[in-house]
């Protein structure tokens, strides 16, 4: 755990500023990691919406890959893991009446 004043001494006013939230800090991260810091936004929402673990097990399969396109395979990755998948809705059948 890092002391407030070691936080404080890596703060950077013009760079950190609209960084308040942990979910913020990780998309950030990601795109650091990935070397696509130009889609932070879309990182930002991967962090906010997809479970941590999916996020990390595609992030350490893109880490030990030797990829050029790191992002792409992140993606990819993250589609493969079911990350994008919506709950399953019930449907009715079109004959049934209530």
Same mark, same amino acid.
Request: net charge positive; charged share 35%; aromatic share 10%.
């Given at each position: 755990?890092?002391?407030?004043?070691?936080?404080?001494?890596?703060?950077?006013?013009?760079?950190?500023?609209?960084?308040?939230?942990?979910?913020?800090t990780?998309?950030?991260?990601?795109?650091?990691? &990935?070397?696509?810091? !130009?889609? @932070?936004? =879309?990182?930002?929402?991967? *962090?906010?919406? #997809?479970?941590?673990?999916?996020?990390?097990?595609?992030?350490?399969?893109?880490?030990?890959?030797?990829?050029?396109?790191?992002a792409? &395979?992140?993606?990819? !990755?993250? @589609?493969? =893991?079911?990350?994008?998948? *919506?709950?399953? #809705?019930?449907?009715?059948?079109?004959?049934?009446?209530?």
């Amino acid at each position: 755990m890092q002391s407030v004043k070691d936080i404080l001494k890596k703060f950077n006013p013009l760079e950190d500023r609209y960084i308040s939230r942990e979910f913020q800090t990780f998309a950030i991260y990601l795109s650091k990691r &990935l070397h696509d810091e !130009k889609r @932070k936004g =879309l990182y930002m929402r991967l *962090s906010k919406t #997809v479970p941590r673990p999916i996020l990390e097990k595609a992030l350490r399969f893109v880490i030990d890959s030797n990829a050029r396109n790191k992002a792409a &395979l992140f993606m990819w !990755k993250l @589609k493969q =893991l079911n990350a994008f998948s *919506s709950p399953k #809705v019930h449907k009715v059948p079109k004959d049934h009446k209530d």
